[in-house]
């Protein structure tokens, strides 16, 4: 949803994008552009732009703006404040996927599985439906205004660290491919929770019990951030 910023009467749209992850894309292109400052992003559902400096239907449009843009976002003017036209939008939960915060990562397949990092050092990270790991996510791009708050896509780079333990445990790659939480920070892509990682069985040397364990992969399953 898009609606103006200095009165709510006109100029309101309903922003559609080609998916979640375009959506993102395109507002990471935008800020960077010198309209930046005449849109804000309120939430990932909802923006509000200043028309009288910066008609924000018009960024797929102008090429110093996000003309990359153009047939993968719609924008459709809806009725004035004054119109007789209920629109109608379902309420959808959208996880804002922020740089430095802190989100559960479950499976998309079975949203029931979370990522869960027993209490210890070195050890792998797992899959269960009892328990859950909170986990900070960070951008490692190196560039001084891509930190805190910045909104990340695939081709970031990250670093992935969990914090609901004792102290923080950052992630990394071991033997095998397992991925564990101990003492070194590894860089993944952000687009690596589409299809970087898949389970498979691990023995726990802590429990002494067989384990279904997060495992790095080319070919892996979709995760998803919620929090």
Not at 29 to 40: E, F, G, N, Q, R
Not at 53 to 74: A, H, M, Y
Not at 189 to 218: E, I, Q
């Amino acid at each position: 949803m898009l609606e103006k910023s200095r009165d709510n009467d006109t100029y309101r749209y309903v922003m559609t994008f080609a998916s979640r992850e375009i959506a993102d894309e395109w507002w990471r292109a935008l800020s960077k552009t010198s309209y930046a400052s005449y849109v804000t992003r309120v939430t990932p559902e909802f923006y509000t732009h200043d028309v009288a400096l910066f008609n924000v239907s018009d960024s797929v449009l102008r090429q110093d703006c996000t003309p990359q843009f153009l047939n993968k976002v719609f924008f459709t003017l809806l009725m004035d404040r004054g119109g007789r036209d209920v629109n109608h939008l379902p309420e959808q939960h959208v996880t804002d996927h922020v740089s430095g915060n802190v989100f559960f990562i479950r499976s998309k397949a079975d949203p029931t599985q979370f990522w869960y990092c027993p209490n210890a050092s070195e050890t792998n990270i797992c899959l269960s439906r009892e328990d859950r790991t909170l986990f900070r996510i960070d951008i490692a791009n190196g560039q001084p205004n891509e930190g805190s708050g910045t909104i990340m896509i695939a081709t970031d780079n990250i670093t992935i660290t969990a914090v609901s333990t004792n102290k923080d445990l950052p992630v990394s790659v071991g033997d095998g491919g397992y991925v564990i939480a101990g003492s070194k920070l590894e860089r993944f892509k952000f687009g690596d929770l589409r299809g970087g990682f898949r389970v498979a069985h691990a023995w726990d040397t802590t429990d002494k019990k067989d384990v279904r364990a997060l495992v790095r992969s080319d070919q892996g399953e979709s995760w998803e951030l919620v929090n």
